[in-house]
């Protein structure tokens, strides 16, 4: 088999597709094209491979390939060496992971001089064989054969004789796998104050005095302990558990070494093991589980960002209706700006309604007055400090409005990254004259419009939908949320005449170059008629536009397919359909009745197939169709706008800000996010929070807890509010609390590690858990 068909094969088999399936999206790919237009335009030729099979794909294939890489190097190092046996070779070529390529490979690695390589040029091998050979003789004895000049006494060539057999040992790759195997399993992952510590680092005092399976740590508590370990506040240690593992380990080493019997080269022997272990083995397994655990605590929190923001880009938009945007503030004042149905800037202003200038009637006359002379629909309110307080603002200023202009719907929206975009080089090119502070305003008005158009704006990490993000690895970060915004903004589609630059970046087969031309094209020449006319544009070519013209939609112009998705290679297919209709492509485009007398099977060529076809079909019926949902917001309810006014057993209506491995974090109005954990959820058991919940969505909850010195809310989406949760917390409390060395652990926000009560039983209603998570999770 060679090495394209092993990768094909191994993909195949994870992503649940057949190898010629693989094979042929690995060549498109390898063409140079996207996944996005692979997904939606070859269809025929991966068999109908979604995004998230061919994202899965990319990934492996690089991973693979570097193996496959990694395998031939290590080949042609022992066939160098004239070590490359038949039996060797079949070894490497069944390895599949790195660490098993490592494994087998240790014995032939090029190496600095070590321990073993000297007591070999002593003459001390031999010794090493003897002993392995002879379990009755007494080591001793036949040391005292190898005393040389080189070797000073029986002692010195027993050490040497030992560091033979532990070299062995460390590269025995059946031994390595079985210890691998045996550690991830039962491994402990301890964690432990630094002493003096304690003080500097009391935000981490749940992993003071820390012990659990390495295996079943959570990704939120695994960045937790490591981030305290980098700050010099913990210890961390992962080793079997020091009372039966420990001996386990070294009787795994030992079996190596076939010490069954009681002579006395057996009982030397197992001292070799039991050294083995304990100085080189069991130090290079803490180091690759630790190694493990950070990747999978990473993989996992970059995914959890990853869902929060295809979720927040996928968000409804409001619609192309002028709006009015403010950014709140108390001291510094209010920041407004006004932004026609387009997101062109009108007009901005600065209002002054609280302490120290307390000027609300001013304020209210220059809403008035914007709303009125730009015929503002939409009000948008940044969700930061103040946020309440202008939302009340606004609300006692539209009822000054004359019973003859229609009243502006008032929506509470995000305002994350808005500061960093203010700031941004590309906010300063868009607005070169206008304050930095108003910048921000402009955003939060349009993300209300779109969020897609202006949240592709900020730098994904910015956003704030994460967990940990700045403790996991950046590249890896970037590359999975530019992949996540790219699905996106190619699902979604994009106007060619009104998208901006850092919009079309993101369309297939594009970047900021391409983007930067079209824009500027646009700006000179003026609206594309055509999807054709992009071929005019400076550096677009052939392969360009086919990758990307079938994203990019063109309203009213000459041709009424360039406003769907349909792609310009496959029109005349569309044209076909529309004629065995008989009537005006215009009058059929949006009639989903008009094909109901036509089969798909019918239209079918060698080009086009089913698939295809079958997307046309569904193109012509809804030409252009937005994938988000409707436009919806949440009602914050009245008198309830700080965390003192909030009371258990309140429901209230919130908009999900974040959803995390271990629940949502929820905005009711209050200026601090409330917790959902993931037991109160649903009235059943929820393994993934994105089963039930997603970024931005709105949802009603039920107050369970409030803790106002701390700024903790607990809050429940079960039908019965929380009650069996409260009766369990309450239960517990009446009596002494007992909690295990895993109790002792805390689990961590997005933000940062919180104190956390004993660990809940798995089976628990999650009542305790409101009050032990509302203690561990806070989001800043």
């Not at 057996?266 to 304990?278: E, F, I, N, S």
């Not at 079209?518 to 392969?543: C, Q, Y």
């Not at 019926?621 to 409707?630: A, N």
């Not at 954990?677 to 970024?695: G, I, M, N, T, Y």
Request: hydrophobic letters at 40%; aromatic letters at 4%; proline letters at 5%.
């Amino acid at each position: 088999m060679d090495t394209a068909n092993r990768i094909a094969r191994t993909i195949a088999t994870e992503i649940n597709a057949r190898t010629d399936q693989v094979g042929a999206a690995v060549k498109l790919l390898d063409e140079g094209s996207t996944v996005p237009f692979v997904a939606r335009y070859r269809k025929e030729a991966t068999g109908g491979l979604d995004d998230t099979q061919l994202r899965t794909l990319s990934d492996r294939l690089v991973y693979l390939r570097e193996l496959e890489a990694r395998r031939q190097t290590i080949l042609g190092s022992i066939k160098d060496q004239g070590k490359l046996t038949d039996d060797l070779s079949k070894s490497i070529a069944k390895a599949d992971t790195k660490a098993q390529l490592e494994d087998i490979y240790l014995p032939y690695k090029p190496k600095r001089r070590t321990k073993a390589m000297i007591a070999r040029e002593n003459g001390l091998e031999p010794l090493a064989d003897a002993i392995l050979a002879d379990r009755m003789a007494d080591p001793e004895t036949l040391a005292q054969a190898y005393v040389t000049e080189a070797v000073a006494t029986t002692k010195d060539a027993l050490n040497g004789a030992r560091d033979i057999i532990t070299e062995k040992l460390t590269e025995n790759a059946g031994l390595l796998g079985e210890l691998r195997s045996f550690m991830q399993r039962e491994a402990l992952l301890t964690s432990k104050v630094i002493a003096g510590q304690e003080q500097i680092g009391a935000k981490f005092s749940d992993y003071f005095d820390h012990q659990e399976l390495w295996s079943k740590v959570p990704s939120h508590r695994a960045l937790a302990m490591l981030r305290a370990s980098k700050e010099g506040v913990v210890t961390l240690d992962i080793a079997p558990d020091p009372v039966t593992g420990k001996d386990r380990a070294e009787g795994l080493v030992a079996s190596h070494l076939h010490t069954r019997g009681t002579g006395p080269g057996d009982l030397w022997l197992r001292k070799v093991a039991g050294w083995t272990w304990r100085v080189k083995l069991s130090l290079s397994m803490m180091v690759e589980l630790m190694a493990d655990l950070r990747t999978r605590s990473q993989d996992e929190a970059i995914n959890v960002f990853a869902r929060n923001l295809k979720d927040l880009l996928f968000a409804a938009p409001a619609g192309p209706r002028a709006t009015l945007g403010l950014d709140p503030g108390i001291r510094t004042g209010v920041k407004v700006a006004v932004v026609d149905a387009t997101g062109k800037l009108l007009a901005t202003d600065t209002i002054y309604p609280f302490q120290p200038k307390n000027d609300v009637r001013g304020s209210e006359a220059s809403i008035l007055r914007m709303i009125t002379q730009h015929g503002v629909d939409l009000i948008a309110i940044g969700n930061g400090t103040g946020s309440r307080e202008t939302e009340r603002l606004v609300a006692d200023t539209l009822k000054l409005l004359p019973k003859s202009v229609k009243t502006p719907t008032k929506v509470v929206v995000s305002e994350a990254g808005a500061s960093v975009y203010s700031a941004s080089e590309l906010a300063a090119r868009e607005f070169p004259d206008l304050d930095v502070s108003l910048r921000g305003a402009v955003s939060i008005a349009r993300r209300l419009q779109d969020p897609l158009a202006e949240l592709v704006k900020i730098e994904p990490k910015s956003i704030g939908v994460g967990q940990y993000q700045h403790d996991v690895d950046q590249h890896r970060l970037g590359k999975s949320l530019e992949a996540v915004i790219e699905d996106v903004v190619n699902a979604v589609g994009v106007d060619l005449n009104m998208a901006s630059a850092p919009l079309l970046a993101h369309v297939s087969g594009l970047g900021p170059g391409l983007a930067d031309s079209i824009v500027s094209h646009r700006d000179a020449n003026g609206a594309f008629k055509s999807r054709r006319e992009l071929l005019k544009v400076a550096r677009l070519g052939p392969r360009a536009y086919e990758q990307c013209a079938g994203f990019l939609r063109i309203r009213d112009g000459k041709e009424p397919l360039d406003a769907s998705s349909v792609h310009p290679e496959a029109y005349n297919v569309a044209r076909k359909i529309v004629s065995a209709c008989g009537r005006d492509i215009r009058q059929i485009m949006g009639d989903e009745g008009a094909l109901k007398s036509l089969r798909a099977e019918q239209f079918v060529d060698e080009t086009f197939g089913l698939p295809t076809v079958r997307d046309i079909f569904a193109e012509l019926e809804k030409p252009g169709r937005d994938p988000r949902p409707s436009f919806v917001t949440a009602s914050f309810a009245d008198g309830v706008e700080d965390i003192k006014d909030l009371k258990p057993g309140m429901v209230l209506e919130g908009t999900v800000t974040n959803v995390a491995a271990f629940g949502a974090f929820v905005d009711v109005g209050v200026h601090q996010d409330g917790l959902v954990h993931v037991s109160q959820l649903a009235d059943r058991f929820v393994k993934d929070p994105h089963e039930v919940v997603k970024a931005g969505q709105v949802v009603k909850v039920t107050i369970t807890e409030v803790d106002v010195p701390r700024k903790r809310i607990a809050m429940s989406m079960r039908k019965d509010g929380g009650a069996s949760a409260r009766e369990d917390r309450n239960a517990r409390d009446a009596g002494p609390r007992k909690g295990g060395v895993q109790g002792k652990g805390g689990r961590g926000g997005p933000k940062g590690p919180m104190r956390a009560s004993p660990k809940p039983n798995p089976k628990d209603s999650g009542g305790a858990l409101g009050a032990a998570l509302m203690d561990a999770f806070k989001k800043s």
